[in-house]
């Protein structure tokens, strides 16, 4: 926009058109080097981050960030004595437990006018504020040279700048635009903002790079201007491609052994001031990028998962679910596993447009992988442990010392669990030296070969629903296939009627197993007559028919609220067909009045609920 303006007042006539058509020649020139530039790493890694965050989740269940306990948020509030369902109390807004805190844009702004625009009269800690900002001067740079431009290019960048305020050939005012530029970004990450990311200097990188010209440029020699240029031009391709694409030379790393900022580069294992660096950690959240499989922890805990998927002896259902233990990350790259999508009667199967390609067929696991769900501590999986196939953990080397992992091992291996995988990561950015371990789930009783009739008929109703669901299933004869649907309609007919709850879902069949003591698992099993366009969260609701059994926080609502996002999520459920919840949850021993249904946040419900009275206290385990 300053080059337009300037533009536009460079006079009448042909001085203006001729200034137009040089700016218009800029933004095209700028467009087509930013694409040259992007759009190969845009290319090879698209799948892994634009497709992610624009497609596997906009809108749906779950996401990049979220918390450590789910969010069971109450809604819609109970029903009363007469049965009437009551409206939907507001949700209380998602709760985020991002990498890293700090002031949203929102704040930043007024917070920057309140600090830079009070006087030394009104506040004479301005000052002081100035040369003690919440973060200080120096990391800004660090960050920039660090993660950005590495020290040659951003010792060219400095005397450039130097260059550009001496020379008179390069003062003007397009020169000014970008100091402002750097000096008001530097001022906003440095005084408001209380917390400071490598990535949050990288929006200053273009302003620097362009400072580099002047250095080169005021060189009064052409010979040793273009030796210049062309060894800059060298050194930035072989570290564009280096660091991106494939491994060009075997330096790793390369630092001046310089502690510019002790209190983030200890943090960031930053030996010194980095001339040469093979890999990137902009962030504190993922592990570094284009790192191999043996240095990747999430690519080696998605390897031990196909790996434990191929030793099931039997499996069952679409999904492989996996709950993650003390961290966080994994839904960014699940995708990259799933198999084929079965098509529609009569349809081949649809690929899987995010597949990674060097994956051999042979290593493509039956199930996606899937992850359901997040905790600091074992309890904290508890609700979802029915669903769940694995378990993934990471713990620090101090917790393993006070023997904390042993204590999480003993605990799953309690619930039906056992240990598949276990490998050190060392330390890398932010995240300390981690243990990372894969539990599986354990085969249930003795396993049943599906190779004739008789064998179906031996499978209850639920055990049936997870078979005609599993990738065995299309493996059978016609004749076992028919057999299967068929005994599976005769063990559905008993609970006819089914219970419409709105234009898409009737209920089939609530059932409650005790799972362990003082829990219980809530099994629901859902016929759809239409396809769901949207998400719908479950509330599960239980009020004791003895109010004393409520938690003191519970007695002024009357029931407890058990809510919790299906797996799969509704919009994935297909019409005319089956779907099976489960839902693990605490509770005593005695009579209780369920209440089962659909809404969407804040406060809107899905229909009619479902209701049955059911005592806890005769299950047997």
Not at 307 to 319: C, D, I, K, S
Not at 348 to 360: C, W
């Amino acid at each position: 926009m300053w080059g337009l303006w300037l533009a536009l007042r460079a006079g009448n006539g042909a001085a203006r058109r001729i200034a137009l058509g040089r700016w218009c020649f800029h933004c095209v020139l700028t467009l087509v080097v930013s694409i040259g530039v992007f759009a190969p790493w845009y290319y090879r890694n698209i799948g892994f981050y634009y497709d992610f965050w624009v497609e596997s989740h906009q809108g749906g269940q779950g996401g990049p960030l979220v918390r450590f306990n789910e969010d069971e948020a109450r809604a819609p509030e109970a029903l009363d004595k007469s049965s009437a369902l009551a409206p939907p109390a507001p949700e209380p807004p998602h709760e985020f437990q991002a990498a890293s805190s700090g002031l949203g844009l929102e704040n930043v702004f007024p917070l920057l006018l309140q600090t830079l625009g009070q006087t030394a009269a009104d506040n004479p800690l301005i000052a002081e504020k100035l040369l003690h900002p919440r973060v200080p001067w120096i990391r800004y740079p660090v960050h920039l040279l660090n993660n950005g431009l590495f020290l040659p290019l951003f010792l060219l960048s400095v005397a450039g700048i130097l260059c550009a305020c001496c020379n008179p050939k390069f003062r003007n005012s397009t020169v000014l635009v970008l100091l402002l530029c750097l000096l008001g970004s530097w001022v906003l990450l440095t005084v408001p903002i209380k917390y400071s990311n490598p990535r949050y200097a990288l929006p200053a990188v273009p302003a620097l790079v362009l400072f580099a010209a002047p250095a080169i440029f005021s060189i009064p020699h052409l010979w040793l201007r273009r030796t210049l240029a062309g060894i800059t031009m060298v050194l930035l391709i072989v570290q564009y491609v280096h660091l991106s694409f494939v491994t060009l030379c075997g330096v790793h790393r390369a630092d001046l052994a310089m502690n510019a900022d002790p209190g983030i580069q200890g943090i960031f294992q930053d030996p010194g001031l980095v001339v040469f660096k093979d890999e990137m950690i902009i962030s504190d959240a993922f592990s570094p990028v284009g790192h191999p499989v043996k240095e990747n922890y999430v690519d080696r805990l998605f390897a031990s998962l196909v790996r434990a998927e191929f030793q099931q002896p039997f499996v069952t259902g679409p999904y492989a679910n996996f709950q993650r233990l003390n961290f966080r990350g994994l839904e960014l790259h699940q995708r990259h596993y799933w198999p084929s999508e079965a098509g529609d009667a009569g349809e081949p199967p649809r690929p899987n447009p995010f597949l990674r390609p060097d994956l051999p067929p042979e290593q493509i696991p039956k199930r996606r992988l899937r992850s359901v769900g997040m905790g600091a501590e074992p309890e904290h999986l508890i609700p979802r442990l029915g669903i769940t196939d694995y378990i993934v953990y990471a713990i620090e080397p101090k917790q393993v010392q006070e023997a904390k992992e042993q204590q999480w091992l003993k605990f799953f291996e309690e619930n039906g669990f056992v240990l598949f995988d276990r490998f050190e990561v060392p330390a890398f950015g932010r995240v300390p030296q981690r243990t990372f371990g894969l539990m599986m789930r354990k085969p249930e009783g003795e396993l049943i070969q599906i190779t004739r009739t008789e064998d179906i008929d031996s499978l209850s109703l639920f055990d049936l629903h997870g078979f005609v669901h599993s990738p065995e299933f299309a493996e059978l004869p016609a004749d076992l296939k028919q057999h299967a649907l068929a005994r599976f309609e005769e063990l559905v007919r008993p609970n006819q009627p089914f219970l419409v709850m709105n234009e898409s879902v009737s209920l089939v069949k609530l059932s409650v197993g005790k799972a362990e003591e003082g829990w219980y698992e809530m099994r629901m099993l859902f016929k759809t007559t239409a396809s769901i366009d949207k998400d719908y969260r479950v509330y599960f609701q239980g009020a004791p028919l003895d109010p004393q059994y409520l938690p003191e926080e519970k007695k002024g609502q009357g029931y407890i609220d058990w809510n919790f996002n299906p797996v799969p999520p509704t919009s994935e459920w297909k019409p005319d067909d089956y779907v099976l919840l489960r839902r693990r949850f605490e509770a005593h021993p005695v009579p209780y009045n369920f209440v089962v249904g659909f809404f969407q946040p804040p406060n809107t419900a899905f229909g009619q609920p479902a209701q049955t009275q059911m005592d806890l206290g005769r299950l047997s385990q």
